[in-house]
């Protein structure tokens, strides 16, 4: 049972630290721009996003996600056999123990494919949306600290500017930002637990079921606990691997 | 004519700068104008439910906020000595004002948030003069959310230093039972720490202390913030040079000094900025506690959507929660650039 949340806890945070990489990126790529209503705008979205509760955006997507797929009545097929919006979520084809199985409209409800909640939906956007606000600040102060030297370089080798941005600046400074980088990327793994409020089956949800059903306390706080601590120092370690590895 | 010059050269430098410019320009200006017809022009303001239902797909409707504005700010709180939640609320929040506009950081900041948070409780619990005993499961919003900030930070700072020291010191017992302590805080997620006090806590104390959960939630954030802040007081310790402290011993001064006179001004002056954002960042995290049965802002929200007339009209609400609490870190983080400010011009760090 406890693997099940874990399972669904990874799920999350996997999804989640990739979106919030792409909308991190997205944003620091506005900041430095030498567009100065691009800067503005991106400077009011990660303020904004910084000074609010993650708690508060999760709640919000959750009440949104949940409003909008409550309301609808009878599944809608977007595409034949591959997506069908329904009242459970968004239901998708997926792999269950070597074959696929897609989603059919049945006689009552859906069979088949895998459902994507709208409990996930939600804590998945609101967990990327609230670090994508820090990420996109390490990203863009990465850029600014980048040495002038090599972009001149660059420019003498006849990089274009994208060139030079995407095989010179970025990779360089993945190499500086990593270990904040992974930073955020626990706090996401650890702010994941917020799933226990919005009813998400992560491991905290399913601890507290477990400690309901079975009465055992102590014993399931300490797996909790002891998954928690192996699974952020697991990431540490991955993390020291790849800074040794990135070592000039 | 020199700031429009190099406005034009910012905005119109270049073809596609220009033609970026240009499109964000109307992107930007269609998003607000788009919110503004939203939220502003045709919202209403009245809080008639009839007059809001018919609006619900074209304006906003704050009419729930002024309906719901007690739940809000004082959840369950009794409705009839309802100056209570906003005397101590004031109470919390009116020092802190003082404090960032007279940018003020030094040993009378804590006492002055210590008196307010002591006397605010106080307020709220009653049970003398004339004011009426109120049991603490009825305390919530604002005061709630303040109160937790404040207070875990102000009882935490002490057992942080403690912990941060102790982390340093050469008895290997003191050492690694600070680190396990600090390290069980900051493995864990908040939100499972909070839960597993509240679970354990009734398991340890059994009946002998009738503890009730808003003292559950305080001890536990307290313990909490003292985890992530004496990590940063720690790398402020660790961070001053170690001739200092051996120039200190040279003319004789006791430990007791070369802690109070050398390490911790010097310590607190440089880590005043992540000091801060802890504070924020505490502050934000206490909307947790709405998880574990505690009606803070965002539970008291979720108390007033309750009424299930009014539900539909929860975007407005969470606009005017998240509102609030980004004027509270707004303030403190404003704080923090004007006192690290004038610390640059005091120390030249």
């Known amino acids: ?248 | 004519m020199k700031t429009f010059l190099k406005l034009k050269d910012a905005l119109f430098s270049n073809w596609h700068i220009t033609f970026l410019t240009i499109c964000s320009l109307i992107t930007s200006f269609y998003i607000i104008y788009e919110i503004s017809l939203w939220s502003i022009i045709n919202a209403t303001f009245i809080n008639d439910f009839q007059i809001c239902k018919d609006n619900f797909n074209i304006g906003a409707c704050w009419g729930f906020v002024y309906e719901k504005w007690e739940t809000i700010f004082y959840s369950q709180y009794p409705t009839h000595i309802s100056f209570r939640p906003i005397l101590s609320s004031l109470i919390l929040i009116l020092p802190l004002l003082y404090i960032v506009i007279k940018k003020k950081f030094d040993i009378s900041t804590f006492f002055i948030l210590l008196v307010s948070c002591i006397l605010s409780y106080f307020i709220m619990a009653g049970g003398f003069f004339f004011l009426e005993n109120v049991d603490t499961r009825y305390f919530g919003g604002i005061f709630l959310t303040l109160f937790i900030g404040v207070f875990s930070n102000i009882l935490g700072l002490p057992l942080a230093l403690l912990l941060a020291f102790s982390r340093n010191s050469n008895n290997i017992f003191v050492r690694y039972s600070s680190a396990i302590f600090v390290e069980i805080f900051r493995g864990l997620p908040l939100i499972a720490t909070l839960f597993v006090f509240v679970i354990i806590f009734p398991l340890i104390t059994q009946d002998s202390i009738n503890l009730d959960m808003f003292f559950i939630i305080c001890i536990a954030f307290v313990f909490l913030n003292a985890a992530y802040l004496s990590e940063i007081l720690r790398s402020g310790i660790n961070s001053i040079p170690s001739n200092q402290i051996h120039s200190a011993k040279s003319l004789n001064f006791s430990k007791y000094q070369i802690i109070c006179n050398i390490i911790l001004p010097q310590v607190f002056v440089k880590m005043f900025t992540p000091l801060v954002n802890q504070f924020v960042s505490i502050m934000k995290e206490s909307t947790l506690v709405s998880v574990v049965g505690m009606f803070d802002l965002l539970g008291s929200l979720n108390l007033a959507l309750g009424d299930s007339q009014w539900r539909i009209f929860y975007i407005e609400g969470i606009i005017f929660v998240a509102a609030i609490y980004w004027l509270f870190c707004k303030i403190l983080l404003i704080y923090a650039d004007r006192v690290s400010e004038k610390f640059y011009k005091e120390y030249r760090l």
């Not at chain 1, 945070?13 to 909308?23: D, G, K, P, R, V």
């Not at chain 1, 600290?145 to 274009?160: E, G, W, Y």
């Not at chain 1, 079921?209 to 706080?221: D, M, P, R």
């Open chain 1, 1 to 248: 049972m406890l693997f099940i949340g874990l399972v669904n806890t990874i799920r999350v945070s996997f999804i989640a630290i990739i979106l919030t990489t792409i909308f991190g990126l997205a944003l620091s790529l506005l900041q430095i721009s030498k567009i100065l209503i691009l800067e503005k705008i991106s400077f009011f979205i990660i303020d904004t996003i910084k000074n609010i509760p993650v708690y508060v955006i999760i709640i919000f997507s959750f009440l949104t996600f949940n409003n909008f797929f409550t309301n609808i009545i009878n599944p809608v097929v977007i595409i034949e056999n591959v997506l069908i919006i329904s009242r459970s979520g968004i239901t998708i084809p997926w792999i269950f123990e070597f074959v696929v199985s897609y989603p059919e409209l049945a006689r009552f409800g859906i069979t088949g494919g895998l459902d994507i909640t709208p409990e996930f939906i939600s804590l998945t956007l609101g967990l990327s949306i609230y670090t994508s606000a820090f990420v996109a600040d390490i990203f863009s102060s990465a850029i600014r600290s980048f040495p002038k030297d090599f972009r001149d370089s660059a420019s003498s080798l006849n990089f274009t500017k994208y060139q030079t941005l995407f095989f010179i600046v970025i990779p360089y400074s993945f190499r500086i930002i990593s270990p904040s980088l992974v930073n955020q990327y626990i706090n996401l793994l650890k702010n994941s637990s917020l799933g226990v409020g919005i009813g998400y089956p992560e491991l905290l949800t399913v601890t507290q079921l477990s400690i309901n059903t079975t009465g055992k306390t102590v014993e399931a706080i300490s797996i909790m606990a002891l998954i928690y601590f192996i699974l952020s120092y697991f990431t540490s370690l991955f993390l020291n691997y790849t800074t040794n590895k990135s070592k000039i």
